[in-house]
C-alpha cells in the first residue's frame, strides 16, 4: 500500500497532469481545427465533416501533448513543495530522493501507459479513418463543384462556375470552361443547372445557355445555343490519386514484423517500418524519463529562498538534449534493421541521467563539501 505522502504526491501531479493536458490540448486542437474549418468548409464540406474531421485528429494531439504535460506537471508540483518546504520536512524525517521519487515513477508509468494506449491503438484506428474519409470525399466529384460564387477547378484546365445554388440544389448562372484539348477551348453558359448522378457517372444538366468552341488554329468561333443540354462530367473530373497508405495507420506488430507485401503496398524499407514501431514504444519510456528528470533536477542544490529556476532551466536543457538525440538516432535506425535498439536510447539516457541526479540528492554532503572546498 502507499504510504499517505506517496498518494499525497501522485494526486498533486495527476491533478496538474490533467490541468496542463487540457489547455494543451486545447490550443493545439483549436489551431489544428481552424485549419481544417477553412479548408473543408472552402471546399464545400459541411460542418459535421469539420467537427468529424477535427474529432479523428484528437487522438494524435492528445498524444503529442501527454509527455509535455507530464514533465510539466512535474516541474510544477515539484517546486510548489520545494518553496513550502514540504519536500525539506520529508528529508529531515529520512526520506532519500530515491524514496521520495516513488510515486514520481508510477506516476510516469501511469502516463507512459496512456501513451502506449494511444499510440498502439486509438492514434493509428483515427488515422486509418481520416485517410478513409478523406479519401470519400475526393471521390465525391459532384461536391467539389458545389461551391457557388467561386471558380473552382475541379481538373487542370477546367474552370466551373456558379453565381448561386438555392434550396432545391439548382445552380443559377453557370459558367464552365474546358480548354484540356490543346488548342481548343469549349465554354458553356446556361442560366439553370443540375447536378446529378447516373449509372455511368455524374452528368450536368443544363437548361438556357449556349455553347462555345473557339479553335485556335482556324481563328474560328463557334457558337450553338440550347434549351436543355445534358453533358457528362464523369470524364471533365479528374479521378482521385490513392496514395499509398501511411505506416502510422498500420498495427505495431505488422510494422515490427513487415510481410514483403506490407512493404511493398506503403513503398517502405523494413529498416523504416521497424523504427516506426519502436518508436511507438520509445515514446511510452520518455514519459518516464521525462517525469523523473523533472522531479529529481528540481532535488538538486536542497533548499533555497529564491527559488529553482536554475534547476527548471537545467530540466528543459536535459529534454533538448534528449531531443537532439532522438532526432540523430532516428536517421540511423531509418538505415539500418539491427540499429533497432538506438531507438530506446533517448529514454535511457534520460532516465540514467535522472538516476544520476538523484544520487547526488541523496548525498547533500557533497554540495557542501564543494563549498567548504572553495
Not at 195 to 210: H, K, N, Q
Not at 250 to 258: A, D, E, H, R, V
Not at 262 to 276: D, F, G, M, Y
Request: aromatic fraction near 10%.
Amino acid at each position: 500500500m502507499f504510504a499517505r505522502f506517496d498518494r499525497y504526491l501522485l494526486s498533486q501531479l495527476m491533478v496538474l497532469f490533467g490541468f496542463f493536458s487540457l489547455i494543451l490540448v486545447l490550443v493545439y486542437w483549436l489551431n489544428r481545427a481552424v485549419i481544417l474549418f477553412d479548408q473543408l468548409i472552402s471546399d464545400g464540406q459541411s460542418a459535421a465533416v469539420v467537427l468529424e474531421f477535427t474529432a479523428l485528429t484528437l487522438p494524435n494531439v492528445i498524444r503529442l501533448v501527454l509527455p509535455v504535460s507530464a514533465f510539466a506537471a512535474t516541474i510544477y508540483v515539484t517546486n510548489r513543495l520545494s518553496s513550502e518546504s514540504e519536500l525539506v520536512v520529508m528529508q529531515s524525517t529520512g526520506f532519500s530522493a530515491f524514496r521520495m521519487a516513488r510515486p514520481v515513477l508510477v506516476f510516469g508509468v501511469i502516463v507512459a501507459l496512456l501513451v502506449s494506449i494511444l499510440t498502439h491503438f486509438l492514434v493509428p484506428l483515427s488515422e486509418k479513418r481520416l485517410a478513409e474519409r478523406e479519401a470519400e470525399i475526393s471521390q465525391n466529384l459532384i461536391s467539389s463543384l458545389l461551391n457557388e460564387g467561386a471558380f473552382v477547378h475541379p481538373s487542370e484546365n477546367v474552370t466551373f462556375y456558379s453565381r448561386m445554388i438555392d434550396a432545391e440544389g439548382v445552380l443559377h448562372d453557370v459558367f464552365m470552361s474546358d480548354a484540356r484539348n490543346v488548342g481548343q477551348r469549349t465554354t458553356y453558359v446556361a442560366q439553370r443547372a443540375l447536378l446529378v448522378r447516373s449509372e455511368t457517372g455524374p452528368r450536368i444538366v443544363m437548361f438556357d445557355g449556349s455553347t462555345q468552341t473557339f479553335d485556335a488554329a482556324t481563328q474560328r468561333l463557334s457558337k450553338t445555343d440550347f434549351e436543355e443540354s445534358t453533358y457528362d462530367i464523369g470524364g471533365l473530373l479528374e479521378p482521385p490519386s490513392i496514395g499509398r497508405p501511411s505506416p502510422s495507420i498500420m498495427p505495431t506488430s505488422m510494422l515490427l514484423f513487415p510481410s514483403p507485401e506490407v512493404r511493398e503496398a506503403v513503398n517502405r524499407s523494413t529498416a523504416r517500418l521497424a523504427q516506426e514501431g519502436h518508436h511507438r514504444f520509445a515514446q511510452a519510456f520518455l514519459c518516464i524519463a521525462a517525469a523523473l528528470i523533472g522531479f529529481s533536477t528540481l532535488l538538486l542544490g536542497g533548499y533555497s529562498r529564491f527559488g529553482v529556476w536554475k534547476q527548471i532551466i537545467g530540466a528543459i536543457g536535459v529534454l533538448i538534449l534528449l531531443k537532439l538525440v532522438e532526432g540523430s538516432v532516428t536517421e540511423i535506425v531509418k538505415n539500418e534493421v539491427s540499429a533497432w535498439p538506438l531507438a530506446y536510447l533517448p529514454a535511457a539516457l534520460g532516465i540514467a541521467i535522472a538516476l544520476v541526479m538523484l544520487t547526488l540528492a541523496s548525498r547533500p554532503a557533497l554540495f557542501a563539501r564543494r563549498r567548504a572546498l572553495a
